[in-house]
């Protein structure tokens, strides 16, 4: 109910044009001035940011002594320590209490650092790892050179675990482990790890990965030895609400099963090189946005509704580019020296200010790169994303955003490799299973006709309380109240002649279709067969 009052109140706020001190403060910078003193005037600002934990959690320096006591002396008090520090770990919550201990009991601390080889392929296993912080590259090489160089190369961060092959297989090594960074690690010990049972649990893990690509008819014509492979080589990983897994398909390495709860896929529309939002645009812009005509009091809702969603896109922008990022740290690297060198022209809080200007803010919607985010799908128990991607002609941006789920995932190479010699399992069995999203162009015409549709709806309200304003004694009130409500905005709305209003020409552009509400950002609609936009987004590239 908050959240509805909230929201309730911020439409309020944004229609009444009293939202650009909000869109100001996107940022959460306030600007401070101290004349008093009689200096010139100096700007301080608050950055939410630099309060923000940059550093990844470590093992804390009071728990480490704990870690070297030997098994046998560790008493019920340390192992409870060391399980309420290790339990921040996915991998290691997925183990009944009971294991926990056990595992707490027998655990050793490391540390290494950045490029230092944890263990090599075909090397005898001895241990079992668990990274607590830091991040681990995987090469199925020999040799580690390629490491940070090769594409294909595994990350694995904190909170997973790796090494159980061998472990459990009894074999050697069958890739070479990295560090990415200075990591620590949980290290279990082969005796310790066979003598706790926990090498039954892994492979009780394995089975039900097994089972889950065994029963996948598309790989029915695979033998068990290969999903065995695939199994061995696959994770299960948990990830919490509004988690980016993808930020941008086209360098996600993985496949990624859905086996519990839901993802939300994102489609990104660029609007560059798209003529007919800048045939919406022009024709929203070809009537003076102040002129106090029907148009021109349409236009300035419709652009105004268009340079807020841009304003609250920039954010989702932001994340966006965030995660992105993670993604490949060379070029998060190269592209913070390229925001650091230029002009912050493409960063998102410049731009959401920038347009909280009413007046400038439609003004400037054709300069900017731009895009769109569309909720094209949800994608649930059973469903795999990337699997698209190994087909050629796919090269839609895509996005998977985590709404509480488990996955197993798989790099798309290793999965390739699998399935090498069974021609059919791709463009037979998997290509007719593959879904199809509306265009490009199909989501823009819903958008636009929605939020045009959403405007109309807006004024025929504003329209129907002025008439009975005018219509009400001036000894209620009413007429003063509204008043006050309009006059000190500065939204165009303020300058209408409501006398003027005539809807008459908007009918024909107007389709009334409710299932979109573009205005409800970010907000889930009910469930629906087809693929539905429930919520979009702009933002600028
Ligand atoms: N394709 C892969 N994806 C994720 N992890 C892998 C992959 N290949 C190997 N590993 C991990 O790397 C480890 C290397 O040693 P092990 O063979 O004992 O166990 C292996 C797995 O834990």
Redesign the pocket.
């Given at each position: 109910m908050l959240v509805g009052v909230c929201i309730a109140i911020r439409k309020y706020a944004f229609e009444a044009g009293l939202l650009d001190n909000y869109l100001v403060n996107v940022s959460h910078r306030h600007k401070l001035t101290s004349a008093s003193n009689g200096v010139a005037d100096e700007e301080l600002k608050f950055n939410e940011a630099d309060y923000k934990i940059k550093k990844e959690f470590t093992v804390p320096e009071d728990l480490k002594p704990l870690f070297e006591r030997k098994p046998e002396k560790r008493s019920p008090e340390d192992i409870e320590a060391i399980r309420n520090v290790l339990i921040r770990m996915s991998s290691f919550r997925k183990y009944t209490t009971e294991m926990q201990k056990l595992f707490c009991k027998i655990v050793r601390y490391e540390r290494c650092q950045k490029r230092r080889v944890v263990?090599r392929?075909g090397h005898i296993?001895y241990n079992l790892y668990f990274i607590f912080s830091g991040a681990v590259n995987?090469v199925?090489d020999k040799d580690d050179a390629s490491a940070f160089v090769r594409k294909e190369t595994?990350t694995?961060k904190s909170g997973a675990c790796?090494?159980?092959?061998?472990?459990v297989k009894d074999?050697r090594?069958?890739?070479t482990?990295v560090c990415a960074k200075d990591t620590e690690f949980i290290v279990v010990d082969k005796d310790d790890f066979k003598e706790a049972g926990l090498h039954i649990r892994l492979q009780e893990e394995t089975e039900q990965r097994f089972d889950f690509f065994r029963k996948w008819s598309a790989l029915g014509a695979l033998t068990d030895d290969k999903i065995w492979q695939m199994s061995?080589?696959?994770?299960v990983e948990e990830f919490n609400h509004n988690k980016v897994l993808v930020a941008d398909s086209r360098q996600n390495e993985w496949l990624w099963f859905i086996t519990k709860g839901s993802c939300d896929l994102l489609h990104i529309v660029s609007l560059d090189k798209c003529g007919k939002f800048k045939n919406v645009v022009r024709k929203y812009q070809a009537t003076d946005w102040k002129s106090p005509t029907p148009d021109g009091v349409r236009n300035s809702k419709f652009l105004n509704q268009v340079s807020g969603a841009v304003a609250m896109g920039s954010q989702l922008r932001e994340r966006y580019e965030n995660s992105k990022t993670q993604l490949d740290k060379r070029k998060k690297n190269s592209q913070r020296i390229q925001d650091n060198a230029g002009p912050k022209r493409k960063n998102g809080t410049y731009q959401a200010t920038l347009l909280s200007n009413a007046g400038t803010s439609q003004l400037q919607l054709l300069d900017m790169d731009r895009g769109l985010f569309f909720k094209i799908d949800t994608l649930r128990d059973g469903e795999c994303f990337g699997i698209d991607q190994l087909f050629p002609e796919t090269n839609r941006t895509l996005s998977l955003i985590s709404k509480g789920c488990e996955v197993i995932h798989?790099?798309k190479s290793?999965f390739v490799e699998m399935i090498q010699g069974h021609a059919d399992i791709l463009e037979e069995r998997i290509k007719p299973t593959l879904k199809e999203y509306p265009s490009d162009e199909e989501l823009l015409d819903q958008y636009f006709k929605n939020t045009d549709w959403e405007c109309y709806k807006e004024e025929l309200m504003e329209k129907t309380v002025y008439d009975i304003e005018t219509k009400l004694p001036y000894e209620l009130g009413l007429r003063s109240r509204i008043r006050n409500r309009t006059s000190g905005a500065s939204s165009a709305m303020s300058q209408v002649n409501y006398d003027a209003l005539d809807g008459s020409q908007w009918k024909d552009v107007v389709e009334f279709d409710q299932t979109l509400k573009p205005k409800n950002l970010f907000t889930k609609t009910e469930k629906s067969k087809s693929p539905v936009i429930p919520y979009s987004c702009l933002f600028h590239f």
């Open positions: 263990l392929k296993g995987i199925i595994v694995l790796f090494g159980e092959i061998a472990l074999t090594r069958n890739a482990c061995y080589v696959s994770r798989i790099m290793t």
